[in-house]
């Protein structure tokens, strides 16, 4: 059973659109990270939100955490072909232990 | 600067052998992880090392696997004897008191 739970599963969009992913829990962490994961390559971390209620802009990415720290979300404007990939939340259970989401699957279709 | 590097990149065998997964930390992290990724369950953390000492075993899945890390420089994942449902994509990924940096993995197909 996964602390995390992310929506949807898969998502395809096309070029210009905007989307929202979600990562939901029970459960409250001290920071949660999200990581953005391309074929045959590994996870890489894109943000950690540490604080309740916390809004971090990357570029096209905005990622906010839950004010109770149990749910984060990450919105991409105006996505790109490039943003295609599988992303991943995880949160922080300990000083070296994460629980990952099962990921959600973004195709950004040109 | 080179991240951390995993080798076979692909891994192919027969039910019953041994695997042996092999994983360079970067340079001056002295934490490494070993992960497995799988459609059904994830990413799940096998083991965690500080300072090439085990800390937390309680996800390698059974006595079947073992995980060694010799040196600050280099770590192995084994699996012997391997069967079919160890099937999936195993990961290392090691930290300085900081976030975790993954490798590309290693996709084990055991048949």
């Known amino acids: 059973t996964q602390l995390l739970e992310q929506s949807p599963q898969f998502l395809s969009i096309q070029e210009g659109e905007n989307l929202t992913v979600y990562c939901n829990s029970s459960s409250v962490f001290s920071s949660l990270q999200w990581y953005r994961q391309e074929p045959g390559e590994g996870p890489v971390l894109l943000v950690t939100?540490?604080?309740?209620?916390e809004v971090k802009k990357l570029k096209r990415l905005t990622f906010q955490f839950g004010d109770a720290r149990k749910d984060s979300s990450l919105h991409i404007t105006a996505a790109q072909p490039g943003d295609t990939g599988l992303y991943l939340c995880?949160?922080?259970?300990?000083?070296?232990?994460?629980?990952f989401g099962a990921g959600t699957t973004v195709t950004v279709r040109a | 600067d080179a991240g951390v590097i995993q080798s076979p990149r692909h891994e192919v065998t027969e039910m019953g052998q041994e695997v042996t997964l092999r994983c360079k930390p970067i340079?001056?992290?002295?934490?490494l992880f070993w992960y497995r990724q799988t459609m059904m369950r994830g990413l799940e953390l096998l083991i965690y090392f500080n300072n090439n000492v085990p800390i937390d075993d309680s996800g390698m899945p059974e006595d079947r696997f073992s995980a060694k890390m010799p040196n600050a420089s280099f770590s192995t994942l084994k699996i012997q004897p391997s069967e079919p449902r160890d099937s999936a994509v195993y990961f290392c990924a090691s930290s300085f008191h900081g976030p975790q940096h993954f490798g590309d993995g290693t996709r084990l197909s055991i048949l």
């Open positions: 939100v540490v604080t309740g209620g």
């Open positions: 995880a949160g922080e259970l300990n000083d070296y232990k994460l629980s």
């Open positions: 340079s001056g992290h002295n934490s």
